[in-house]
């Protein structure tokens, strides 16, 4: 199994930028998808962006296309989220998910391991 950790959380002013890890221990030699995922209060966790395991196929929610961007470094076992152009709709807590396979996937029951989640808050 794969365990995963979240960080670089915050708070962030609207037009801002942060940038999310997720780092990976555990059983990370087999392929394996990342995806991230966010909850706000009240709200269902939603899809946010995944990628497979060579990097080399990402999927994006319409919310974020063109403000965020997946990447991971395999070497360091290290995912990350870049987020760009933050507004006040992205505060939410982010969480990283894996699975084992070869693809990304998009729904929430496709993948088995979690991180606890980093909270982002983006003030107007």
């Known amino acids: 199994q794969v365990q995963l950790v979240e960080s670089g959380g915050g708070l962030v002013q609207a037009g801002g930028s942060l940038r999310l890890s997720c780092a990976a221990s555990?059983?990370?030699?087999?392929?394996?998808?990342i995806g991230w995922f966010r909850q706000a209060p009240g709200k269902e966790r939603e899809f946010v962006a995944a990628m497979n395991w060579s990097g080399g196929s990402t999927g994006y929610a319409d919310s974020v296309k063109g403000r965020f961007t997946i990447s991971r470094d395999n070497a360091k076992n290290t995912a990350y989220l870049q987020m760009n152009k933050l507004k006040p709709e992205d505060t939410a807590v982010y969480h990283c998910?894996?699975?084992?396979?070869?693809?990304?996937?998009?729904?929430?029951?496709?993948?088995?391991?979690w991180g606890q989640g980093t909270q982002v808050t983006v003030s107007s």
């Open positions: 555990g059983r990370t030699s087999s392929n394996y998808a």
């Open positions: 998910a894996g699975q084992y396979g070869s693809s990304w996937y998009q729904s929430i029951s496709s993948y088995r391991y």
